[in-house]
């Protein structure tokens, strides 16, 4: 059988209680209020954009090493035969972009 609470007891338990409810909601006010919604939402936004940047920077790197080994040596000489002709074809599309720009202007 449950042991019967003095008044005084009740009263403490009330007290104890509405400090917990204050608490409680203090931790919503504040979860609530907009600049921290606010500030929640430039951190998400910031973190997504930090990983969206690193993967873009590994993405680029890597391909930067494979035309690198592409058009070098392991030794670091370059590679003739695979550079004159991509320099080639970019000299080949330098020249029709600019007669095609002197064709419209």
Known sequence: MAEARTPAQ???????????????????????????IMDDAKAR?????DRTAGRA????NRAVTDVRAQLVSE????RLERIVPVALIGVAVVG????????RG
């Open 10 to 36: 009740i009263e403490a338990d009330i007290v104890r209680r509405r400090q917990e409810l204050a608490v409680t909601l203090d931790e919503i006010g504040v979860r609530l209020h907009p600049k921290t």
């Open 45 to 49: 936004a910031a973190a997504v954009v």
């Open 57 to 60: 920077y590994v993405a680029a």
């Open 75 to 78: 030794d670091g000489a370059p």
């Open 96 to 103: 029709l972009l600019t007669l095609r720009a002197r064709r």
